[in-house]
């Protein structure tokens, strides 16, 4: 199987000034795309040659077919949660079980910027559910992703630096705070 970059659901400026142009370029354009083109050359001749992304992420051992795979899946999924209409809060069961597992929104978000705050070098965290769908927030180190522990996720900060540090440098607080301002709450809830 081969992998194809899917494109943006919006433009490269258009999540200004919350991720730049700039930012977009490199981070989609160069950091997504080289995970991909890995994964690519990697699957040739493997045993998961066939197997669709998320088998490979739960079942690849160690190594550089799961890192790619991994941030490959990690980064598509990461993009494909803003929008330059998003914002707000969410809605709906997702809401509800927000409200249950973190006591308010307000507090989970300050859970969660925690969590992506206190994540030592690269890294992701993420908001999933488990299998009764309570909700969990997650720190994924490297190239980390919740489905190899049986967790379904619904939303994810990059906190690599690339993700950030040519529009924050070392603001990283900062650079997570904002990216409340685009999230794609329906995308999220759809997921859940
Ligand atoms: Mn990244």
Redesign the pocket.
């Known amino acids: 199987m081969i992998y194809t970059q899917p494109d943006l659901p919006y433009a490269a400026n258009a999540l200004a000034p919350v991720i730049s142009a700039d930012t977009i370029n490199f981070?989609y354009g160069k950091?997504e795309k080289a995970y991909i083109d890995n994964l690519n050359n990697l699957l040739v001749g493997s045993p998961f040659e066939n197997d669709d992304l998320e088998d490979i992420i739960r079942n690849a051992d160690n190594g550089a077919l799961l890192n790619n795979a991994a941030q490959a899946w990690n980064?598509i999924f990461y993009f494909f949660s803003f929008s330059p209409d998003g914002g707000g809060s969410p809605s709906g069961n997702l809401a509800n079980a927000i409200n249950r597992d973190f006591g308010s929104f307000d507090s989970f978000q300050q859970q969660f910027e925690k969590a992506c705050i206190s994540l030592f070098g690269s890294g992701w965290v993420w908001l999933a559910y488990d299998s009764t769908r309570h909700l969990h927030i997650i720190q994924e180190p490297n190239a980390g992703n919740p489905l190899r522990k049986f967790l379904t996720p619904l939303l994810t900060f990059?906190v690599?630096e690339?993700?950030y540090y040519l529009d924050y440098q070392n603001r990283r607080a900062d650079a997570i705070h904002a990216l409340w301002d685009i999230i794609d709450w329906p995308t999220i809830q759809s997921r859940f």
């Open positions: 981070h950091h980064h990059d690599w690339h993700a």
